[in-house]
């Protein structure tokens, strides 16, 4: 979408805008942020490749090897890891008899910038995205310009488990009490992003998969994917979702009645209205608009019985849209939160903003060559926005929406007066 440019901005401040963006835009750059989350096991390369060249030259760590090259303790000094300098205690060789330095060819080349190509960053992401995390720790050394063959098979082993605890972060820390989840569209591919909101209010970025909202399997691996991570679901998570019903029906099919679902008050107007005549159509969402502003479930659902009345007077489909997954847009009613919580968690607004914020540092990309490409900008912008992110509203009656929902779930009404 083409920015709106205010009549008052001067083309000085467009200019400092412009750079801000900029600048934005290379902290986030895809490459370095892959390179910097493969660091540690770059690092576990460098120290295997480096300790396999030291025992060629004065052999094995504690045996008696015949002649004047010796081990001789350790300095310390630095490589590059991609574009990242990175501190490391560098092993030193020694010929006693000549009384020189045996310079390491290792380090030597390690110490000079090594830039990572795309195709090869996207070949670790690849397997990575598909949990290959042995095949990913072969390919890692030679992503960072280190002979596969040097390094060990404890290498492979021990870098392939901190792969895999990178990228299946333990949630069960987090204590989630509602996951706002909506699609974001990356040209003509689709995105599903799972926002959860704390007890507490904060905004944590749980993960995302590419799919369409539409497609319920999916969303059911997705969501059940979240819970292995240890996402906590016992005493229920409020799910805010758009009017997708591959959204709806994943999620109950990975959680059953632990998930409460609201649907995006929101999409359920406008979807409803779309079906009508120009001249229906803002008599009808007013109405519908008033409807979902009263406060107790009764009321609420009284009035849209009345809006639904009308409807099928003057046209069915419409009628019949309101009516799918109408129960869902109450949710907030029915556990006795929608005055407290309303404002925040009646629509996918907390999402549609996060969205608005991946659009500045996504929305400069003219091309999207592969999926590989994608995920490592959406990951490296998430991460980037998730310190800004604000509390959400009405984070302080948190706490009541969870004991709303454990009520709920014991078999205990909770319906407001």
Known sequence: MKR????????????????????????VDSVVEAIQ????????????????EVERLAGASHSRKDG??????????????????????????????????IPLKTYERLRSPQVIEDAAMAVVLNGVSQRKYEKVARLIPEAFGIKGSSVSRHFI??????????NERDLSGEDIVAVF????????????????????????????VESATENGAVIRDFTAGLVERGLKVDDGILFVVDGSKGLTKGIRDALGARAFIQRCQWHKRENVVKYLAR??????????????????????????????KELALINESAAASLDEGLEETLTLHKLGMFVKLGRSFKTTNCLESVNRQLGIYMGRVCRWRNSHMRHRWMASAL??????????????HLPELRAAMKRTLAGKSVMAA
């Open 157 to 166: 082993r021990a870098s392939a488990g901190k792969l895999r605890r990178f």
């Open 68 to 101: 004047s090259i010796r081990r001789w303790g350790r300095n310390p000094g630095s490589v590059y890891l991609g574009k990242q300098k990175v501190a490391v205690r560098v092993p030193r060789v020694r010929d006693v008899a000549a009384g020189v330095e």
């Open 383 to 396: 991460l980037e926005i998730e310190p800004r992110l604000r509390k959400a509203g009405g984070y302080k």
């Open 37 to 52: 989350a493969l660091i540690p096991l770059g690092l576990m390369a460098v120290g295997e490749a480096l300790a396999a």
């Open 279 to 308: 001249k229906d159509q803002a008599r009808i969402r007013s109405r519908l608009q008033t409807a979902y502003e009263e406060p107790s479930y009764e009321k609420a659902n009284a009035r849209l019985f009345a809006v639904r």
């Open 4 to 27: 709106i440019i205010p009549a008052r901005e001067t083309s000085k401040s467009r200019a400092g805008r412009a750079s801000t963006a900029m600048e934005a835009l290379s902290g």
């Open 181 to 208: 989840m909506d699609g974001k569209r990356m040209a003509e591919h689709g995105v599903v992003i799972a926002l959860g909101v704390t007890i507490d209010g904060e905004k944590k970025p749980l993960g995302f």
